[in-house]
Nanobody, 119 residues
Framework: QVQLVESGGGLVQAGGSLRLSCAGS????????VGWFRQTPGKERELVAR????????YYADSVKGRFTISRDTTKNTVYLQIDSLRREDTAIYYC????????????WGQGTQVTVSS
């Protein structure tokens, strides 16, 4: 069984930064690619970034390239999402997921963390 716990969301002004964390537990977690998804009301969850089990080969959605950075600390079983130059349209609940294969989410989700960007 894998458990994922997100943290780091909050209210921030446009142009600001946040770092989200996804702490994983369970023996299988270290072997899973992890994705960050986000969801706004009335829309499906969309993949914004993904990283492989080694912490390499990052993938980004076009809408976040150059502003989001995904990283992984394998010693801490934690995946991070650094969000810079925040825009109002980044307002969403952010979820981490594993194992994420291409753009397809796996079975395990965290509870989500709210990011709200004010103008």
């Amino acid at each position: 069984q894998v458990q994922l716990v997100e943290s780091g969301g909050g209210l921030v002004q446009a142009g600001g930064s946040l770092r989200l964390s996804c702490a994983g537990s369970g023996r299988a977690f270290k072997n899973y690619a992890v994705g960050w998804f986000r969801q706004t009301p009335g829309k499906e969850r969309e993949l914004v970034a993904r990283i492989n089990w080694l912490g390499k080969m990052p993938y980004y959605a076009d809408s976040v390239k150059g502003r989001f950075t995904i990283s992984r600390d394998t010693t801490k079983n934690t995946v991070y999402l650094q969000i810079d130059s925040l825009r109002r349209e980044d307002t969403a609940i952010y979820y981490c997921n594993a194992p994420t294969v291409n753009e397809t989410p796996g079975d395990y989700w965290g509870q989500g963390t709210q990011v709200t960007v004010s103008s």
